[in-house]
Nanobody
Framework: QVRLVESGGQSVQTGAALVVDCSVSGGGVGRLTFAWFRQAPGKEREFVLAWNYGAGATSVYSEDVQGRFMSSRDFGKNSVRLHMLRLKPEDTAKYFC?????????????????WGPGTQVTVSA
């Protein structure tokens, strides 16, 4: 059973950079397809980015974060990370790590079987 646990969320100011981590157990970071979603208070959960590091490695980004957010993986710690640059107040949300055993990234939350509990990122003006 794959288990995901996010960490690293905090309060920062506009323009700051932040990295949040997703620790993975029960599955290898090179085998699964991962995504990050976020949910702000009173809003629906929305897609941020997704990627697969398989033979046909691909990444998909939402327009809101294209050019500012990126993903990486740490084989030694079996974790994946979300790197966020030039943060804006509208990036304030709870960020969730998700994983699936599909071989292609998806923007649809229903395609992800495994979810972490989330980590809060707050960006002040």
């Amino acid at each position: 059973q794959v288990r995901l646990v996010e960490s690293g969320g905090q309060s920062v100011q506009t323009g700051a950079a932040l990295v949040v981590d997703c620790s993975v157990s029960g599955g290898g970071v090179g085998r699964l397809t991962f995504a990050w979603f976020r949910q702000a208070p009173g809003k629906e959960r929305e897609f941020v980015l997704a990627w697969n590091y398989g033979a046909g490695a691909t990444s998909v980004y939402s327009e809101d974060v294209q050019g500012r957010f990126m993903s990486s993986r740490d084989f030694g710690k079996n974790s994946v990370r979300l790197h966020m640059l030039r943060l804006k107040p509208e990036d304030t949300a709870k960020y969730f790590c998700a994983a699936s055993e599909a071989d292609r990234p998806s923007q649809n939350a229903r395609d992800y079987k495994y979810w972490g509990p989330g980590t809060q990122v707050t960006v002040s003006a």
